[in-house]
Structures are given as C-alpha cells and as structure tokens.
C-alpha cells in the first residue's frame, strides 16, 4: 500500500503512540482520521497534524454505535478508508488478590476488569469490524492493525490489560484468515515500555528499574512504533502476524 494520499484511520490519536503514528503518517502524505474520547485533545492533535486534509471525530470506542457512526463520518469526510489503526487503550492494573498477614484484604475489582476488556479488546473488535465493513464495500482491500502489547503473555499486576492484548493478537490473525478473500491484511504490533506521556511522567527510579530489564538498555521510543506501522502498511505480503517492538525484553 502506498502510503502517500491514503486514507487512514487511528483510534485513540489525541496523544501518546496514536499522535504519534498519525503525525509520522501525515508526514509520508496520509490523510489521518483521528477518533478519541477526549474532544479537545482530539482538537489539538489534529491541528498538530502536517497537512490540512485530516478529520477528527470523538468516539467512546467501547460503545458499537459511536464506533459505526465515527467510521461512517469519517469515511465520508475522507472519501473512502485504505487502512485502520486500532490503537485505543487503557490500564486499570490491580493484583488478583493482594494478601496481608496471610489474610486477603482486597481483590481485582470486576469494574476494573471490566474497563479494560471494554476498551482493550470489545474496542479493537468495534473498530476493526467497522473498518472491515468499509473495505469490503469499497472493494479496494486494505489494512487493520491492532494495537497488542508485550504483557499479551502475562505481566504481573495486569490480569486484565493481559488477558485483553492476548485476544487482540488472537483476533489479529483470525482476521486475517477470514478477511484475505477481500484483499484486506491485518497485523498486530506489541509495544514494549516506550516513552509515552504516561511513561514520561513516572518517577525517575521507576523508570530506571524498568530500563535496567530491557537488553536494549532504554526505553522505546514512540516513532519507532510508529515506523513498524509504515512498514506493515508498506508491505503487501505481511498479514496475521504480530511484531513484538521491545528492545529484546520479551516478557
């Protein structure tokens, strides 16, 4: 897929990996879709864009009949998607039970369960079967991307931001199976620790325990997430598999 003048729609684009996966697109020529819950970052961001041609829609991406809508607005402003990226996350981490004094004093809260599986995997779902629906009707092909993460195979403290990224590196190669009749490739990318807002703003001694784990020796940097997502974009013969982008830390 030619990245210049292609159509392409990234959830949770107001900040972090999203931001920066729509700006390094928009500087190859993309014309970026950006869907997020918070409308004024979502503003922001898209001012921020290089480039004039984007378009902006807020979306809970949690909730089936937002998801159709913005899909369906943001097509039309665009003209038509050639490829989706499912970025849209949260963490609500939490031990499955935190024990003192060999007494259990608290629990995962199902709420918290919830929030995520909401978000992390039932949103990747939304969006991809929307993105599907469009590039089968178009007849054109396309790509879907999903958003993964190393902890996909377990990460203490994240029994639900875990179980959640495994099923979107499921999903992906499902998708892939049923959706190549139609031209359309999927593909999945799992983040290690990489240097996000959220990251950035931990403490220093966090931050350095985290970066003595990593062979690498530092953390990720987000446009070199964004750069494995030009790739995939760019080759036509990469579907149903994941890219694990985490300096050699393989949880």
């Given at each position: 897929m030619q990245i210049d003048s292609s159509r392409i729609i990234i959830t949770g684009a107001a900040r972090g990996l999203g931001l920066a996966m729509a700006r390094h697109l928009a500087s190859a020529g993309a014309r970026i879709g950006?869907?997020?819950i918070n409308e004024a970052a979502l503003t922001a961001a898209k001012s921020s864009l290089p480039g004039s041609d984007h378009h902006a829609h807020v979306a809970n991406v949690a909730d089936e009949g937002q998801v159709d809508q913005a899909f369906d607005a943001l097509a039309e402003s665009l003209g038509g998607i050639d490829a989706a990226v499912n970025n849209a996350g949260i963490t609500r981490d939490g031990l499955l039970v935190k024990v003192k004094d060999g007494e259990i004093v608290d629990r995962l809260s199902m709420d918290k369960w919830q929030q995520v599986m909401d978000v992390n995997l039932t949103g990747v779902f939304l969006c991809g079967r929307a993105a599907a629906g469009h590039l089968i009707r178009q007849g054109s092909g396309g790509v879907i991307i999903?958003?993964?993460s190393i902890s996909k195979a377990g990460n203490?403290?994240?029994?639900?931001?875990s179980a959640a990224k495994a099923g979107v590196a499921a999903m992906t190669v499902t998708w892939a199976r049923e959706l190549a009749r139609y031209g359309i490739r999927t593909a999945s990318v799992s983040p290690g620790f990489t240097r996000t807002e959220l990251v950035a703003g931990m403490p220093e001694k966090a931050i350095e325990r985290i970066t003595?784990?990593?062979?690498?020796?530092?953390?990720?940097?987000p446009d070199e997430i964004a750069a494995t997502i030009r790739f995939i974009l760019e080759n036509d013969y990469v579907s149903g598999r994941d890219f694990a982008i985490d300096g050699a830390l393989r949880l």
């Open positions: 950006l869907i997020d999903n958003i993964s203490f403290g994240q029994s639900n931001y003595s784990q990593i062979p690498a020796g530092r953390l990720g940097e």
